[in-house]
Nanobody, 126 residues
């Protein structure tokens, strides 16, 4: 059964850090392009970061560039989003998204999304 499970969300003060995880079962993440998206209350879902398959490069939305880092641990079949210098406006539900095989990042979002996780809530507040 194909499954994506995000974790690592929570409440953090402005300027703090969190690391989100996206663990996969039923398929090998190394073969896939992966994206992180977020959806703030009352707003549309937006792309945040993307990492190409098989050791390919990464891309970031301007709003998170220099603060967020997307990476993968193939041994754990997990993709991470390290978030530093968090701002109140980073508050959102964060989703990982897996692209179909032979699909790549188009800027900071996957060209296509085959699977979505259920999301993890990040709240940045003092």
């Amino acid at each position: 059964q194909l499954q994506l499970v995000e974790s690592g969300g929570g409440l953090v003060q402005p300027g703090g850090s969190l690391r989100l995880s996206c663990a996969a079962s039923g398929f090998i993440l190394d073969y896939r392009t992966i994206g992180w998206f977020r959806q703030a209350p009352g707003k549309e879902r937006e792309g945040v970061a993307c990492i190409n398959n098989r050791g390919g490069g990464t891309n970031y939305a301007d709003s998170v560039k220099g603060r967020f880092t997307i990476s993968r641990d193939n041994a754990k079949n997990t993709v991470y989003l390290q978030m530093n210098s968090l701002k109140v406006e980073d508050t959102a539900v964060y989703y990982c998204a897996v692209a179909p095989l032979y699909s790549y990042c188009s800027g900071y979002v996957p060209e296509n999304v085959a699977y979505w996780g259920k999301g993890t809530l990040v709240t940045v507040s003092s």
